[in-house]
Structures are given as structure tokens and as C-alpha cells.
């Protein structure tokens, strides 16, 4: 397994307050992607980051920033917390090991609900 | 990005085949097809992927056709435990999924 584990599980907040979400991998692996899963839309990409310091946009990205000053963390922050940002949250990387490649592995997901 | 189109959902009886289609035409010449399922209040897990040709491994195989505009995920034998939704994903470094197909079967 790629050994990758998101904190917190699940997390209830206010709105308006700033949330962190932290994505940890254990593997080296340089691509890394925040998702958000709601009823009836699959699963949308916020951002992604192919190296330490190296990110990008995917398509649903407003409202939320990150980081990656280091490999192994990819950070997801909602600055200020809405209610139309109550939602499932998962993290993945791309699961390569020199030339071989073995997809794409999630993290079981956060639970965020914004009140 | 390509865009794909998979059914909504669809139901196989346990122990027999399942053929589950994507169309994905405008994909390009040099993104994989993926193909990830999710089971209930889990994350999505890969099941296969190919470029051009059929692809097979220990959970699946994978038919592209010769234009790769479409290719069909196969599940030889269907168990209980293959009730998810299916997405397929064309993809370079990014990855866009759609709905996907949920996958019902019946005992």
C-alpha cells in the first residue's frame, strides 16, 4: 500500500473560520491531489501538486488554497469556511516506483461539515 | 481533458459477467484510460488501466477499441463485493472523474 492517511477523519466548523486539512504520504511519491465528493457530482479535483512548492488549480479551486513545503504533506485550507463547502474530502497520489506505474491511491477521506 | 460518458447505473446477477462502457471520444492520443471503483464510504481504488491494447489483471480486464474513442471495463465474475461505481477516466496528469456507473448485483 502507498501508506497514505488524511487528518482529521472528520471535523465540524463554523462558518467563516479558517480549516486546515492535512494529507501525509509515507512513499516519496511527487503528485499529489486534493478532491471534494458531493451527492450527484462524482468526485471534482480542487488542486494538485507535482512537486514541493509546485501546485496548481484544478477545477473547482476557489475558496481554497494549499502547500507542499515538503514531500511527504499536502496541505488543503479553506480560509474562511462556508456551508457550501460541506463535503467529503479526499487526497491521492500517483503511485509510481521507478518506470512502473500502479494508479492512483486514495486516502479514506475527511468528512467536513461547515454550520 | 476528455470527457467520458458511462450509464448511471447498471445490475449484473452474481457469478455472471459484467461489461461496463465508457465512451470517451475526445480523448487524446497519449492519455491512459483508468478505471477506479468506489465502494460505499470509501475512497476510489484503481482497478486497471491500459493505453491501446486489452489490458488483465487479478481483478479485471480491460477491452480499449482500436480508435480508443470507448473501452469496456470486465468483470469476469460478479460477487457481492463488486456493488460500487465504476469511473472511468481518461487521463494525462490530471484526473477528472464524472459520475460514474453504479453497479448493482443481485444475489
Known amino acids: 500500500d502507498a501508506g497514505i492517511t488524511q487528518s482529521p477523519r472528520h471535523k465540524v466548523t463554523e462558518t467563516g473560520t479558517p480549516v486546515t486539512l492535512r494529507c501525509h504520504q509515507t512513499?516519496?511519491?511527487?503528485?499529489m491531489y486534493w478532491y471534494r465528493q458531493d451527492p450527484g457530482h462524482g468526485l471534482r479535483l480542487i488542486h494538485y501538486?507535482?512537486?514541493?512548492?509546485?501546485?496548481d488549480k484544478g477545477e473547482v479551486s476557489d475558496g481554497y488554497s494549499v502547500s507542499r513545503s515538503k514531500t511527504e504533506d499536502f496541505l488543503l485550507t479553506l480560509e474562511s469556511a462556508t456551508s457550501s463547502q460541506t463535503s467529503v474530502y479526499f487526497c491521492?497520489?500517483?503511485?509510481?516506483?521507478?518506470?512502473?506505474?500502479?494508479?492512483?491511491?486514495f486516502g479514506s477521506g475527511t468528512r467536513l461539515t461547515v454550520v | 481533458d476528455a470527457k467520458t460518458t458511462q450509464p448511471n447505473s447498471m445490475e449484473s446477477n452474481e457469478e455472471e459477467p459484467v461489461h461496463l462502457p465508457c465512451n470517451h471520444s475526445t480523448i487524446s492520443g497519449t492519455d491512459y484510460i483508468h478505471w477506479y471503483r468506489q465502494l460505499p464510504s470509501q475512497g476510489p481504488e484503481y482497478v486497471i488501466h491500459?493505453?491501446?491494447s486489452n489490458v488483465n489483471n487479478r481483478m479485471a480486464s480491460l477491452a480499449i477499441a482500436e480508435d480508443r474513442k470507448s473501452s469496456t471495463l470486465i468483470l469476469h465474475r460478479a460477487t457481492l463485493r463488486d456493488a460500487a461505481v465504476y469511473y472511468c477516466i481518461p487521463t494525462g496528469n490530471q484526473f477528472y472523474f464524472g459520475t460514474g456507473t453504479s453497479l448493482t448485483v443481485i444475489p
Open positions: 501538486s507535482y512537486g514541493v512548492k509546485d501546485t
Open positions: 512513499e516519496n511519491h511527487r503528485y
Open positions: 491521492a497520489i500517483s503511485n509510481r516506483r521507478g518506470n512502473t506505474f500502479y494508479g492512483y491511491t
Open positions: 491500459g493505453l491501446t
